[in-house]
């Protein structure tokens, strides 16, 4: 971003990578993904690089409003300061918070999560996907919480998913009555507390009842639980856990 | 028209007029209570509020999502309740001015429609009474089973009462069906009943009808005055409950003003920290960041607690109560409504508040049962009545960590992190772009 606003250009986008997007090996494979497709659809965006910093959102779900609020400012200084008004991110959590919990901040954003804006990208013919790859597979998707319950987008994955002519399916809970992958509300940053089951096998279990060939997930942390989820169910070479975007590029040979 | 006022007319309304004089007392300790907490602007956009209302609480819309079997059945009560209510507003009537069915001769054939209709209703309602006492009982579904003690005999006597009251409203009806001067034929179902009493004299019958009266009505201003100290009383604070909830985004958390300003102050170059009141206002000195006691929460969290009925559809679908974690939201919203009745009984008896050592956390809900949450919404999406236990939960998250430091060694790995590298993990902030060239 620093590159472009020397040059007095502004991108059309925004692109905030998160923290997992940034340093988890795992979640860079989305990032780059998601990067890729942009470029494919031509789409001008930047990254702030070593000048983004966490949202907060982590420190505010364990009860922490001091370190929260400090990233935010910190934050909304920067973003304001190179005057973003879009921004597109491919977490959840970053996604709320930035959408919902930085306006009372002074940070007012037009921010989409990524599966809205490949959709979009779709929708407008900027962006154009074959179904050869995943033509007639059996994919399952799980809501994150951030972005289904928390913000209501239930439709924009699903739509990107069908729109590989894959065969959606969906598990017993979904939606609005998805079950939480267990990283939520700082709870992938500690042990859980003591209880029957692991709430990431729970979900892992319901995924399996689906019979999928595919497990499609829109959110880093929820890649990582379901990932372990499918190793603990020894799944680990035959069922893939990928985010959305992942699925576009690999159908596309990005 | 029949006026017969006598000694009869005097006790009722003596009976009618104290019943709403206990209901009242107990209606405005429950206000006190709901007022102790901490003052909450929720009167914007009325006009989506009352909407909501209108869908939720009037329509009962959440009540029969997924849930066909309880959907149904409650709203069969519900609707039963509502209109049956039309008849107890002339029975107050006849009670008052010493009348019998004062709508009868103006209405009708409208009025013996009426009737009909309620009579069905009543019986609906006994079928559902019994339906959720099996469910309740008998072969309890999971949410109702896992209920022992005060909140399951709770569930139980409404249950008991409300099919008693319908069952003294068509004792009524068939005892009048026999009675010479009476004219009830196109009551529908009153009139299939009316064999039970077939065999008594007229006299006996004045009876039965005069005690199955009296035992209905007497039995509505009992079961009036039970509310406030039953979780029945949702049928009241729904309404409320529904208009204040709160329309933002689930996922938006509040942002806490007192933090937000000194913040706001450290990151300012310009701030004279030594400036009177840099904190906003003065007397919030003394108050906590989040929640250790009733006190701390919002109103509108306290009015929560009055309205849940405890039907434990929150912790039918929390992952953490799933997996067998400790936590339940409907724990949450029944400890805080304990908790808030005992700290105003120490207001009834002392006249003012007086600390009692006591608290709604640690003494009520414990940090595991708040460190199992994910806040991933699903009970807050569950709640028929828009209740919002993830609020509750979150308050005393940051009293344990702003206020108590009782985060464990990982959170607080991960809120360092933060601070100093601006990620949950420990890497650096000059490798945050190393992916563009791996």
Redesign the interface.
């Known amino acids: 971003m620093a590159e472009m606003a020397a040059e007095n250009k502004m991108p059309e986008v925004l692109f905030w990578?998160g923290?997992a997007?940034?340093?988890?090996d795992r979640a860079?494979k989305i990032?780059?993904a998601f990067?890729k497709i942009l470029q494919k659809a031509e789409v001008s965006f930047a990254?702030l690089?070593?000048e983004?910093?966490?949202t907060?959102d982590?420190?505010?779900?364990?009860?922490?409003?001091?370190?929260?609020?400090?990233?935010a400012?910190?934050n909304i200084?920067v973003l304001n300061g190179y005057e973003i008004h879009k921004i597109v991110t491919t977490c959840p959590h970053c996604f709320?918070t930035l959408?919902?919990?930085y306006p009372?901040?002074g940070g007012n954003y037009e921010v989409q999560h990524h599966t809205q804006f490949i959709n979009k990208l779709l929708e407008e013919g900027r962006l154009k996907v074959e179904g050869g790859h995943f033509k007639g597979k059996r994919i399952t998707y799980h809501d994150p919480?951030?972005l289904g319950?928390?913000?209501?987008v239930y439709e924009a994955p699903r739509e990107v998913i069908r729109k590989l002519d894959a065969e959606l399916v969906e598990m017993r809970r979904c939606k609005?009555?998805g079950?939480?992958c267990?990283?939520?509300?700082?709870?992938?940053?500690?042990?859980?507390?003591?209880?029957?089951?692991?709430?990431n096998?729970?979900?892992t279990e319901e995924a399996l009842e689906t019979k999928p060939e595919y497990v499609a997930a829109a959110c880093p942390f929820c890649n990582t639980m379901m990932t372990d989820g499918v190793k603990n169910s020894e799944r680990e070479g035959d069922l893939p856990v990928l985010d959305v975007a992942e699925l576009i590029a690999q159908a596309e040979d990005l | 028209m029949d006026i017969h006022f006598g000694i009869q007319n005097i006790i009722f309304i003596l009976a009618l007029a104290a019943a709403i004089w206990a209901f009242a007392r107990q209606w405005n300790k429950i206000w006190r209570n709901i007022k102790l907490g901490k003052p909450l602007d929720r009167t914007d956009q009325p006009g989506a509020r009352w909407k909501t209302m209108a869908r939720v609480a009037l329509g009962q819309t959440k009540m029969v999502r997924r849930r066909y079997v309880a959907g149904f059945f409650h709203v069969v009560i519900y609707v039963g309740f509502v209109l049956i209510n039309i008849e107890v507003a002339e029975i107050l009537i006849d009670g008052i001015l010493g009348t019998h069915r004062i709508l009868q001769a103006p209405l009708g054939p409208v009025y013996d429609a009426a009737i009909s209709f309620f009579e069905i209703l009543a019986v609906l309602v006994i079928i559902a009474c019994v339906v959720f006492l099996w469910r309740r009982n008998v072969q309890p579904v999971a949410r109702l089973r896992s209920l022992s003690g005060w909140p399951k005999r709770d569930g139980n006597y409404i249950l008991v009462i409300e099919l008693v009251l319908m069952m003294a409203l068509l004792s009524l009806g068939a005892a009048e069906a026999n009675m010479n001067n009476l004219n009830t034929e196109g009551w529908l179902v009153t009139s299939q009943l009316a064999p039970l009493f077939s065999g008594l004299s007229q006299e006996a019958l004045h009876w039965v009808e005069r005690g199955a009266w009296w035992f209905h009505i007497i039995g509505i201003l009992l079961f009036l005055n039970y509310l406030p100290y039953s979780k029945h009383f949702h049928i009241i604070m729904a309404f409320p409950n529904v208009w204040y909830s709160r329309l933002s985004a689930k996922g938006k958390s509040d942002n806490l003003e007192r933090v937000k300003a000194e913040v706001q102050l450290m990151m300012d170059p310009e701030a004279d920290p030594y400036a009177a009141d840099a904190g906003g206002n003065g007397d919030d000195e003394d108050e906590r960041f989040g929640a250790k006691d009733v006190q701390d929460l919002k109103w509108v969290q306290l009015m929560n607690a009055y309205a849940c009925t405890e039907c434990g559809r929150c912790t039918d679908s929390c992952p953490a109560h799933l997996t067998g974690k400790k936590l339940s939201p409907r724990k949450i919203m029944m400890d805080t409504r304990d908790r808030l009745e005992e700290v105003g009984q120490v207001i009834d008896q002392k006249g003012h508040w007086e600390d009692d050592g006591k608290s709604l956390l640690y003494d009520y809900t414990t940090p595991e049962e708040l460190w199992a949450c994910t806040t991933c919404n699903a009970c807050v999406e569950a709640c028929p009545v828009n209740i919002d236990p993830l609020s509750i939960i979150m308050d005393m998250r940051r009293y344990l960590v702003m206020e108590d430091s009782q985060a464990s060694a990982q959170i607080n790995t991960m809120m360092t992190n933060v601070e100093n590298n601006g990620a949950p993990w420990a890497y650096a902030q000059a490798d945050r772009a190393n992916w563009i060239k791996e």
């Open positions: 990578v923290c997007g940034s340093f988890d860079k990032t780059k990067a990254v690089g070593t983004e910093s966490c907060g982590p420190a505010k779900r364990a009860g922490n409003e001091f370190v929260f609020m400090m990233q400012m910190q200084e709320n959408a919902n919990e009372d901040l919480c951030y319950r928390a913000n209501q609005s009555n079950l939480c267990g990283a939520g509300g700082a709870q992938m940053y500690k042990e859980p507390e003591p209880g029957r089951k692991d709430i096998i729970e979900r």
